[in-house]
């Protein structure tokens, strides 16, 4: 039942969030011009590169975890990397996704909360 109360916030927070940087029709059609200008081959290499940069960053994350001795699936690890990586893009200042992250690595490893932070 929790959870669900959570991920009901995650989606209507998300949901809100998106409403309001896309309800007015000037910043979608100025979206669309950037877009429709952008150079797509400079787009198509620079998303898989993106890609693999994330991907880095989750193995990084993974391992720095497994020497503190905090076990998790790789599931897991990329899922909470995500999580992070939301509340970096849309929360003010830098901390918020690495305090996203310490939150539920407290629940899910409640006697490594030193180890943790």
């Known amino acids: 039942m929790k959870k669900a109360i959570i991920r009901t916030f995650q989606a209507v927070f998300t949901i809100g969030i998106l409403i309001w940087v ?16 952008a150079n797509h081959y400079w787009l198509l290499i620079g998303l898989p590169v993106a890609l693999v940069g994330e991907v880095a960053n989750i193995m990084r994350w993974q391992i720095l975890m497994r020497v503190q ?5 790789w599931q897991r ?22 305090f996203a992250r310490l939150f539920y690595l ?3 490893f409640p006697d490594k909360k030193k180890e943790a932070i």
């Open 106 to 108: 407290m629940k899910e």
């Open 77 to 98: 690890a990329i899922i909470l990397f995500f999580v992070g990586l939301f509340f970096n893009l849309f929360m003010p200042g830098y901390t918020g996704g690495d």
């Open 22 to 37: 896309f309800h007015r029709p000037e910043t979608r059609n100025g979206m669309a011009v950037a877009i429709g200008k």
């Open 69 to 73: 001795g905090m076990y998790m699936s």
